[in-house]
Nanobody, 114 residues
């Protein structure tokens, strides 16, 4: 049973940076594919970025060149580094394994505001 526990998030000024963490626990023997989604207030949950089990990273157009995924295999933690944040990035961010019917983290609020 895979569990995803998130940390990070908070309030940041436009142009600032934040790092979100997604710690993976459970009986796993190999790195997992992890995706990140954002859900702005009153809107649908949208895909932001993914990192494969081979550490290939993929980004949405809005995340490309601003966000960076990384993995610490020793601690089984995936990080989403977010730079040059904009008010439009304000959302609850979730990490996920296994798609919509898979496992979700508890979410982390990111608020970008002056």
């Amino acid at each position: 049973q895979v569990q995803l526990v998130q940390s990070g998030g908070g309030l940041v000024h436009p142009g600032g940076s934040l790092r979100l963490s997604c710690k993976i626990s459970g009986s796993i023997s190999r790195p997992l594919d992890i995706a990140w989604y954002s859900q702005p207030p009153g809107k649908e949950r949208d895909w932001v970025a993914s990192i494969s089990s081979l550490d290939n990273a993929f980004y949405s157009d809005s995340a490309q060149d601003r966000f960076t995924l990384s993995r610490d295999a020793a601690t089984k933690t995936v990080y989403l580094e977010m730079n040059s944040l904009k008010p439009a990035d304000t959302a609850v961010y979730y990490c996920n394994n296994g798609g919509p019917q898979g496992t979700w983290g508890q979410g982390a609020q990111v608020t970008v505001s002056s």
